[in-house]
């Protein structure tokens, strides 16, 4: 009695493993494959350089030829943006594209925040170096630049979400369609 106990207890432990690894990996496979993400992530959604900070551009002259024409091409989307009739969905577009802007800037100068302090720590804690703060204060010194550029991008995104309350207001449409 007592051994017909025993070989239906270890039948039901067998019985009773979880799933291999193997298993798991081919749902995980089959699942990824039948759901789709809603988002995709680029270095422009991101707000992410594609070029070093520290890199100089080898041709100014053809740089600002290039800022020319695209102030010039956005001074001319501007003009038929204002001839297009400015209805809700081209308001909430733009406040989306806007508030999309600011959040983005804003985390870029969060993200800048965070890596300056992870170097100052860093100038404070590091000693296997003869001399720690020959390395590190370049990097804190350009660190501070960028945040000073992200910060400056920060608040020229939320002054642009500003500019389109103020024109919103004085177009005189329902202030809904800024939400």
């Given at each position: 009695m007592?051994?017909?106990?025993?070989?239906?207890?270890?039948?039901?432990l067998?019985?009773?493993?979880?799933?291999?690894?193997?298993?798991?990996?081919?749902?995980?496979?089959?699942?990824?494959?039948?759901?789709?993400?809603?988002?995709?992530?680029?270095?422009?959604?991101?707000?992410?350089?594609?070029?070093?900070?520290?890199?100089?551009?080898?041709?100014?002259?053809?740089?600002?030829?290039?800022?020319?024409?695209?102030?010039?091409?956005?001074?001319?989307?501007?003009?038929k943006?204002?001839?297009?009739?400015?209805?809700?969905?081209?308001?909430?577009?733009?406040?989306?594209?806007?508030?999309?802007d600011?959040?983005r800037?804003?985390?870029?100068?969060?993200?800048?925040?965070?890596?300056?302090?992870?170097?100052?720590?860093?100038?404070?804690?590091?000693?296997?170096?003869?001399?720690p703060?020959?390395?590190?204060?370049?990097?804190?010194?350009?660190?501070?630049?960028e945040?000073?550029?992200?910060?400056?991008?920060?608040?020229?995104?939320?002054?642009?979400v500003?500019?389109?309350?103020?024109?919103?207001?004085?177009?005189?449409?329902?202030?809904?369609?800024?939400r």
């Amino acid at each position: 009695m007592k051994t017909v106990l025993l070989i239906l207890a270890l039948n039901s432990l067998m019985a009773a493993q979880p799933q291999s690894l193997g298993d798991a990996a081919r749902q995980e496979r089959n699942r990824q494959k039948t759901t789709e993400s809603k988002n995709t992530f680029t270095n422009e959604t991101l707000g992410i350089a594609l070029t070093e900070p520290d890199a100089e551009p080898a041709d100014k002259s053809g740089d600002k030829d290039k800022d020319k024409a695209a102030a010039d091409a956005t001074k001319a989307a501007d003009s038929k943006a204002e001839a297009a009739p400015r209805d809700e969905v081209w308001w909430r577009d733009a406040f989306k594209q806007a508030r999309d802007d600011a959040k983005r800037a804003e985390d870029r100068s969060k993200v800048t925040q965070l890596e300056l302090n992870q170097l100052n720590m860093d100038l404070l804690t590091k000693r296997d170096s003869f001399n720690p703060e020959a390395d590190i204060l370049p990097k804190i010194a350009a660190k501070n630049a960028e945040l000073a550029k992200a910060e400056k991008d920060a608040a020229q995104a939320n002054e642009k979400v500003k500019q389109l309350e103020d024109d919103l207001r004085r177009s005189g449409a329902p202030a809904g369609w800024a939400r």
